[in-house]
Every structure is written in C-alpha cells, then in structure tokens.
C-alpha cells in the first residue's frame, strides 16, 4: 500500500493510539468494538478496513456512504465526519480523530468473499501490519468452530462449508501468527466474553472499561450452542472430521491463555507450542483443499 511511511504513523504520537480488533466475522469483533466505544477515550471504526483502504482518497465519503447503504444509522464506529480542507485518507482521518481521542483505530472481520492477488485477507492484513504497525495494540477474537460455521452459514449462505471453514481455519491460523509477530496482543475467545475481559482490556489499555450486563446475556446470542452443533451434526459426512480437528485445536488453543489476563499462560515456551499449533491448523486446511466440492 504505498503512499505513507512510518514517520506519517508516528506523527504526534499516533502510533501509540492504534487499536486493532482482528477476527473472523461473526467472531465476537463487534461486542469488543461496541464496547470500547461506550468510553468516551476510544473511537473504533467498524470495518473500514484501514490495511486496505488507509490511503483511499474521499475516505470520508466512502466509509459514510458504505455503512448507510448497509443500512447502519450514523454513529460512533459507523460515520466520521470529513474534513474539509485536508487530505481526506483514511490515514488523515485516524490523525484527525486522534485529536479527540485516547485511542482510535478499526475493527477487521475477515470474510470468505474476498482476495488479493491470490492471498487471502488474513494473509494481506498481517503484510500490510508487519510494515509499521507491529507495536500498536491488537485485540484478537475467537469463537469456536461450530457457533461460527453456523453463524457464517446464515451469512454467507452461497458459500460451501468447506469455503467458510477454510476462512474459520485461516483466521486461526493468523491470529497465532500475530502473536508471535506483534508485540501487544491479548486474546479473546467468545467464551470468556465479559466482564473480567473488558477488565483485563481496560489495563492493556490503561482505561476502566465498562458495559451494562446485558452485553453479557447469553439470549443476545443470535447462535446458540446447541443449534451449532447440530448443524455440524447434520452435515458430519461433508466436514464433520475436519469439523471435529478444528474443534480439538481450538479447545488446546483457548487452554493456553488466561481468561484473567488473556495473555499466553501455558507452561510450554510460547513460540513452539503457537508454532506447532499452526502446522496442525495449516494440515487441516490442506485436507480441506483436497476434499471434493460440494454446494
């Protein structure tokens, strides 16, 4: 992405402003993001996808435009306002917005629909943020593999499962890279949503965070458990194996990180055992690619 460089990142401290929230869709990134912007020093922008569009010109307009077309009401996380007068990229608008606040940046929900070049967007976030990014804050969220076929099933419904548990896969797969690569992540499965994350987030960023408790209310999942699994149940003969190896490495996954502190905790040195976790997922994707098509 050219058109910018580091010292434009660091430009009156705003470096030390980014936050990212990075998963897969329908991972969890819209209640952490809903909730970091209830504090009144954080604006997070929902999707504006800044690794793609950080030097879009009219970046403004654009992000204004795409979220009304989705029908999302103007508000903190879906409108900023343009900036008459200046350069208005999406880099120009992270500066600007950072005159306001303590923090600002974007959440990012990788989907199955899109590639560049070949690379998927996992692969194209982790490129770009490898460049200038790799000391900002991430905040990496996870939900286990059976909710979020489900969930991406409603959403994606002309896509193969295969398809979306490749994206599932592939998100996993980067979120272990970004730990090993980015120096300040915390990880957040869906499980451990609540209260005590958002603690355990506040001190990652130096903020009290709070939220009322019915973000925490298990009716506000539009995918219950059950349903989930009796989807992967249903469908056992086309993905329920490689289902069942997801579900294996995500709970070994999760085990390794504190709901507490969300940082790794397990007793085995962290690149080796994050490393390895990586080839098994990257083996599961390769089945998943070998395996025959079906709608």
């Known amino acids: 992405m050219p058109g910018y460089g580091e010292s434009d990142i660091r430009q009156d401290g705003l470096y030390e402003k980014l936050v990212f929230i990075v998963g897969n869709a329908r991972s969890g990134t819209t209640i952490v993001a809903n909730i970091l912007n209830l504090s009144e020093n954080i604006y997070v922008m929902e999707e504006a996808n800044l690794f793609i569009h950080l030097t879009k010109s009219d970046f403004p307009e654009w992000f204004n435009a795409k979220n009304h077309d989705a029908g999302k009401p103007p508000r903190k996380g879906t409108y900023v306002p343009p900036f008459a007068g200046e350069e208005e990229t999406g880099l120009a608008t992270l500066q600007r917005l950072a ?4 923090f600002v940046g974007d959440k990012v929900a990788f989907n199955p629909l899109e590639t560049f070049d070949g690379r998927s967007q996992q692969l194209y976030f982790f490129e770009e943020h490898a460049k200038f990014f790799s000391g900002c804050r991430y905040i990496l969220t996870m939900r286990n593999p059976h909710e979020s076929l489900l969930s991406m099933h409603r959403m994606f419904p002309s896509e193969t499962l295969s398809r979306l548990l490749w994206c599932w896969l592939e998100s996993l797969r980067y979120s272990c890279v970004y730990l090993t690569y980015f120096k300040r992540c915390r990880m957040v499965f869906s499980e451990s949503v609540g209260p005590e994350a958002f603690s355990a987030i506040g001190e990652f960023m130096g903020l009290e965070l709070s939220a009322p408790k019915e973000y925490f209310s298990d009716r506000s999942r539009q995918t219950s458990a059950a349903a989930a699994f009796d989807f992967g149940r249903e469908h056992n003969a086309e993905i329920g194996t490689i289902l069942g ?15 507490e502190t969300l940082r790794y905790r397990a007793p085995e040195q962290q690149f080796g055992l994050i490393g390895a976790t990586i080839e098994r997922i990257e083996a599961l994707q390769t089945r998943l690619d070998e395996a025959p098509v079906t709608a």
């Open 245 to 259: 190896g997801c579900d294996v490495i995500y709970r070994e996954l999760r085990n390794m990180f504190s709901p």
């Open 99 to 102: 005159r306001d606040y303590d």
